[in-house]
């Protein structure tokens, strides 16, 4: 995974995240044993992340009809709970330097650059 965010709501395998050097993915009962940490933190969730999720799970129930999907909704917060959140180190760091970037006004495209040098 390079860019974007993906839910999953199935099992992952052994190694999750291997190689994994962009994008947020949200996982459902995350086995912290499973995932591969080398490029990557499991982090809480934002009320950014929330929202996206809710939005997100919304729409595959209602596209889908997916009973998982309507479980985690009903359950509300603890629902929520049951998700973790994986996170590329490298990822964050641009992200970060983005958000800084556009807060002060600086050029966005040059503090993403200098960021991938740090």
């Known amino acids: 995974m390079t860019g974007g965010r993906a839910v999953v709501l199935g ?3 052994r190694n999750f995240a291997a190689g994994m050097s962009g994008g947020i993915a949200y996982v459902l009962d995350l086995d912290p044993e499973r995932v591969n ?9 934002t009320d950014e992340d929330r929202d996206f999720l809710t939005t ?3 729409r595959h129930r209602d596209e889908t009809g997916s009973t ?6 009903d359950a509300g917060e603890a ?4 998700i973790g959140k ?3 180190r490298d990822y964050k760091r641009v992200l970060t330097a983005q958000a800084e970037a556009e ?3 600086r050029d966005v495209n040059e503090a993403v650059m ?3 040098q740090s």
């Open 11 to 13: 099992r992952t395998g």
């Open 37 to 45: 940490g080398e490029m990557v933190e499991i982090e809480e969730l």
């Open 56 to 58: 997100t799970l919304t």
């Open 68 to 73: 998982v999907a309507q479980s985690l909704l």
């Open 79 to 82: 629902g929520l709970a049951r």
């Open 86 to 88: 994986v996170m590329p």
């Open 103 to 105: 807060r002060e006004g």
């Open 114 to 116: 200098a960021s991938a």
